[in-house]
């Protein structure tokens, strides 16, 4: 098979998705990497029917690869995830919406372009988590204890764009992460962002069944094959506090290979579900060598 993977600066040398395109070489395909953020791409030879059996997204919320993964799709190619899934997870205030409109159990969410504009939001809420609507792997959550802290230098993320606040979920400083690769389940836990001073060791652990209906109902609801779920066990039970497109699939058996089968398994037959329609009925509940692979860089 023919692939392209879309690989943002920021993950030049992650081992995902790098290991897994070396993998997929490895078993003989033929993988193109294109580096959206510091390459001239031609649009219009690249996005060609034929040229490649699927594409593959790994970038950062907001980068320009979701505009080329979009561009192949509405041209009728193969991609992975969905595109439509892909940008219903990467806006953090739409996946909100999204899942709470699809009975999955997120937190109340408010949105604001500045920071002040959340002293608006009744001080019962309070503590807040406020984040970057197209924020990624934990960086610039906050904690903000009470309305007047707001204003307190460092309160907010740094940068323009949308933000959304979350009332803070009690729990014990531990983040369940869940992920799924084409169906099957694994769970790994890790210290919260907004408890950095406890010492949680990363370790797989077992997934209750209350969980796991919640992970695979992520994946239905938002049409996703490869993803994660960052859970917190709170006081009325699993909260969904962040979902993110091809995650970094860490602790999981065999991860490589796993996903790297799922891709060819889904560039063959095509993603397995339809991206998020919002109008639906509620739901019950190191750089490669240019010689590994053939990049254009």
Same mark, same amino acid.
Request: aromatic share 6%; with cysteine.
């Given at each position: ?140 959550? +906050?904690?903000? *204890?009470?309305?007047? #802290? =707001?204003?307190?230098? $460092?309160? @907010?993320?740094? &940068?323009?764009?949308?933000?959304? /606040? ?91 290979? +796993?996903?790297? *089968?799922?891709?060819? #398994? =889904?560039?063959?037959? $095509?993603? @397995?579900?339809? &991206?998020?329609?919002?109008?639906? /009925? ?16």
């Amino acid at each position: 098979m023919r692939l392209c993977f879309l690989v943002e600066e920021q993950y030049r040398y992650d081992g995902m998705p790098l290991d897994v395109i070396r993998q997929l070489t490895a078993w003989g395909h033929r993988v193109d990497v294109l580096w959206p953020g510091r390459s001239l791409l031609p649009m219009s030879e690249l996005i060609q029917v034929g040229r490649h059996d699927a594409w593959v997204l790994k970038t950062v919320s907001g980068g320009p690869g979701l505009t080329l993964l979009e561009a192949a799709a509405t041209v009728g190619l193969t991609t992975v995830n969905d595109a439509r899934a892909i940008r219903g997870v990467r806006d953090k205030a739409l996946a909100a919406v999204i899942a709470r409109s699809r009975g999955l159990p997120v937190p109340v969410t408010y949105a604001a372009a500045r920071l002040e504009e959340f002293a608006a939001i009744p001080e019962a809420d309070f503590p807040l988590v406020v984040k970057p609507a197209d924020g990624s792997a934990g960086r610039d959550v +906050r904690l903000v *204890a009470t309305p007047d #802290r =707001l204003s307190d230098p $460092g309160a @907010g993320p740094a &940068g323009e764009g949308l933000l959304i /606040a979350q009332p803070y979920v009690p729990n014990s400083g531990t983040d369940l992460k869940v992920y799924c690769v084409d169906g099957e389940l694994y769970a790994t836990e890790r210290c919260s962002p907004l408890h950095p001073g406890r010492a949680v060791p990363e370790r797989r652990v077992p997934l209750t069944p209350e969980v796991a209906r919640i992970a695979a109902e992520i994946g239905t609801v938002f049409g996703l094959d490869l993803y994660g779920a960052d859970i917190l066990l709170g006081p009325d039970g699993p909260v969904i506090v962040d979902i993110n497109d091809f995650p970094s699939f860490r602790q999981v058996p065999d991860a490589v290979a +796993r996903v790297s *089968a799922a891709v060819l #398994r =889904l560039a063959r037959t $095509g993603t @397995g579900r339809p &991206g998020p329609t919002p109008t639906a /009925a509620p739901s019950p509940v190191p750089d490669p060598a240019p010689a590994a692979v053939g990049g254009t860089r």
